[in-house]
């Protein structure tokens, strides 16, 4: 990074977002709060701007950004049309957790779209975030505003770890209500495909479209060198420095023991374990970080990229995480803890 700031958080409030939306428009980055994970944006119709974007975050710039707007009417400037399944589910989940993919119009820069011919946006639920955009006056591209493969942040103050010098303003709109990234579906076609999954579920596509499938990426990597049609389909993402092991069992009892052995056999090797695990298991006197309740995996949505980071303030080296239920959100949840773990997961 060439210029550096002295990185402000700000509560959202009428002053600071008119600020945000000045940013915005001189070509600045800013941190803004959503629903599912802080954002870094920026003007997506500025080439500069979104180049910004992938220096403060050193991120590789053949991953595409999801374009952010703040009311229905922002949507037709931006796309070469509006597929009637694409339409159904905006009609549906906006504003909300789910981005669609479109055919994208000439304005949207080649630097959001990574090179592909489409573009994915969103309306998020946040009222703050539309607010911000709403204050911009511009359609927004951010990715989640932290370093290239680290945890996704879900509170103002992650942002400004990895932020601070890198951005002049973060808003702090509390921490994030869903906590993973969201759902990016391609409606183009006959069946609408969740190309990563989120908040708004295959379930929930299901009863608004009648099928939908998934994208053959949501739990595999993608090859070296392969093209990606949406942000979160590369090999290790989101992850800590420790390496992760998933452990997966639909019964809770046996998961919890077999995690307690894998720690314990961890420590022999001279490693430092931690479990990431659920509440009212018997871990013992392990080191452990709550992912919430093993029947409620929106409590591990919103906890998970919070516990990767914590990893990273431990001398942690080796965590073994208990793997949740992959139905509703629970699929998002292990999409991230996949990535995480560069899919090192253990059926037991």
């Known amino acids: 990074m060439d210029k550096q700031y002295d990185t402000r958080v700000l509560p959202v409030t009428e002053a600071s977002l008119a600020e945000a939306g000045d940013w915005i428009r001189r070509g600045e980055l800013v941190g803004m709060p959503t629903e599912t994970v802080y954002g870094l944006a920026a003007d997506a119709l500025n080439p500069e701007a979104v180049s910004r974007i992938f220096k403060a975050k050193g991120r590789p710039q053949d991953n595409p950004l999801i374009v952010h707007i703040s009311a229905m009417e922002e949507l037709y400037p931006l796309v070469k049309e ?201 871990y013992g006197g392990r080191r452990v970080l709550s992912l919430g309740s093993f029947h409620h995996p929106e409590d591990a949505a919103q906890r998970l990229f919070a516990a990767l980071r914590r990893l990273d303030e431990t001398d942690v080296t080796h965590a073994f995480c208990a793997a949740t239920e992959e139905g509703g959100i629970g699929l998002a949840v292990m999409n991230r803890m996949g990535r995480a773990a560069a899919f090192d997961i253990v059926d037991l």
């Open 82 to 282: 509006v597929p009637p399944a694409a339409l159904q589910l905006a009609e549906a989940f906006w504003p909300g957790p789910m981005t669609l993919i479109f055919p994208k119009a000439d304005c949207i820069p080649m630097e959001v779209s990574a090179g592909l011919d489409t573009v994915g946006i969103r309306m998020p639920g946040s009222l703050a975030a539309r607010q911000m955009i709403a204050a911009s006056g511009r359609p927004i591209a951010a990715p989640s505003a932290n370093r290239s493969g680290k945890p996704s942040p879900t509170t103002a103050e992650h942002v400004l770890r990895d932020m601070a010098g890198r951005i002049p303003l973060i808003l702090d709109g509390g921490p994030c209500q869903v906590g993973v990234e969201s759902s990016v579906i391609d409606a183009r076609g006959p069946v609408p495909v969740i190309l990563r999954p989120g908040g708004i579920t295959p379930e929930m596509v299901r009863s608004v479209c009648g099928d939908v499938r998934l994208d053959e990426h949501v739990m595999k990597a993608a090859e070296a060198g392969e093209k990606v049609r949406s942000p979160g389909m590369k090999y290790r993402h989101y992850a800590p420095v420790a390496k992760v092991t998933i452990l997966r069992c639909g019964e809770e009892e046996k998961l919890a023991s077999a995690l307690c052995r894998a720690y314990d056999e961890a420590e022999k090797k001279g490693e430092v374990p931690a479990i990431l695990g659920f509440d009212g298991a018997a």
